[in-house]
Structures are given as structure tokens and as C-alpha cells.
């Protein structure tokens, strides 16, 4: 990180500096500013811009790279600006700074991963799906219930247990659409489905694993 040279401003010393940081922040330039990690209020209109241009770290990298910045570095920063500004930091106490500019090759090859995913998502689904229904013997219930239903007896090729198969089959889609509420464009409810909910806490844990590695790898940009 490449030492920056301020110069004070002498401001009412009763003037306060709120920062509020988020547990992860996405940027588009190698060269970051306290601007685009986190949001500044300040009364002192001078100070607040002077502030918000602070550089924080020069990425090396030209494509993708990460760091993880905590507030307290922010807070020297500030204190290089004005000496006697009183910082006040308002939610994480850290952050992760993802730094992204892919090539149009790297975006190719991240489409062509996403569906080689969902191929593989796909059939380890439906491997898991036919283990279950196999475990359980779906197919004597459904063969019993047909001799429930009927009063006749079938075997497993019959066309009222084949029939009984393809609605189990259909309402099982229809049943996971409408649970993860997802695949359709129009939802009546603004709430979170399943799967948001699940991707938003391994979200969570992978920022904390971040941001642990690098704390005890030395890596984290902290005060000095």
C-alpha cells in the first residue's frame, strides 16, 4: 500500500465522523478509495470529501483479487485528514474488499462452470431423488395403493401404477418449484425463498473464514 501524503484541516474539534462499514464490498478499480468501501457522513462538507477520497489499498492484481480492511485502519486514515475528529464506526468491524475485472475469457469460462454446475446439480439430484424412492420402496406403494384404490392387483408394469409414477414425478417438480420459489418470474411475496436464506448464511460463514485466514496469516490491513 503506497503511503499517502495529506495535509490537516483545522475543524471545530466537537466535529464527528461516522462510518458504516459492510462485511463485504465489490469494486471495479484497482485503486480503492474509502468512498467506495464504505458511507461517510460528516457536517464539515470539506473534510467529508477529502474523507471519501482517502486511498485505502492499490490492488497489483489487473483481473481478481481480495483484502480484508478493518476499521480501524479507516480511522487512521481519518485522523491523517483531521486530528481531531472523532470517528464513530457504525456495523462490521471489518471489511472484505473483492476486487473483480474479468476479461471476456474468464467471463466465458465462468458461464460454461455455471452450467456444467447445474448438469451436475441436475442428475446428483435425480441420483438422490431415486435412491430415497428406493429406500423407501415407492414403487410396492404405489402398487399397493392401486390394489387399495382398484380392488385389483398389479405389478409394477401396470398402466395405473405407471400413471400413479408420472403424477408422483410431476407434483414431486411441482412441489420443489413452489417450496424454493424459484423458476418463476412473478412471486406475490417479497420474503427471502429457502435457498436465498441458505446462500446468504454460507455467505455469511465464508466472509468470517476470509477474514480469519487473513488475520492469522498477517495479511488483514490494519493500523500501523
Not at 400413471?163 to 406475490?188: D, E, P, Q, R, W
Amino acid at each position: 500500500m503506497n503511503d499517502i501524503q495529506t495535509k490537516s484541516i483545522n475543524t471545530d474539534p466537537s466535529v464527528s465522523v461516522y462510518i458504516a462499514l459492510e462485511q463485504s464490498v465489490m469494486v471495479q478499480a484497482r485503486k480503492v478509495h474509502i468512498e467506495d468501501i464504505a458511507t461517510i457522513f460528516c457536517p464539515n462538507p470539506d473534510l467529508s470529501h477529502k474523507i471519501k477520497k482517502s486511498e485505502v489499498l492499490h490492488f497489483q492484481n489487473t483481473e481478481q483479487d481480495q483484502a480484508v480492511v478493518t476499521a480501524m485502519h479507516l480511522i487512521g486514515l481519518i485522523h491523517d485528514q483531521c486530528k481531531q475528529a472523532s470517528v464513530k464506526i457504525i456495523g462490521s468491524p471489518e471489511t472484505i474488499v473483492y476486487y473483480r475485472n474479468l476479461t471476456d475469457s474468464h467471463k466465458r469460462n465462468g458461464k460454461l462452470k455455471a452450467v456444467l454446475l447445474m448438469i451436475l446439480a441436475f442428475f446428483g439430484t435425480a441420483y438422490s431423488i431415486m435412491s430415497y424412492n428406493e429406500d423407501v420402496s415407492a414403487t410396492d406403494l404405489l402398487t399397493n395403493l392401486h390394489t387399495l384404490f382398484t380392488g385389483v392387483s398389479a405389478d409394477s408394469s401396470s398402466f395405473g401404477v405407471l400413471a400413479g409414477a408420472i403424477t408422483y414425478s410431476i407434483g414431486l417438480c411441482i412441489g420443489m418449484v413452489i417450496f424454493f420459489n424459484h423458476g418463476i418470474n412473478t412471486k406475490k411475496l417479497d420474503d427471502p425463498t429457502p435457498l436465498q436464506v441458505q446462500m446468504r448464511l454460507y455467505e455469511e460463514d465464508v466472509n468470517k473464514a476470509i477474514i480469519l485466514n487473513s488475520s492469522r496469516k498477517g495479511n488483514t490491513i490494519d493500523i500501523s
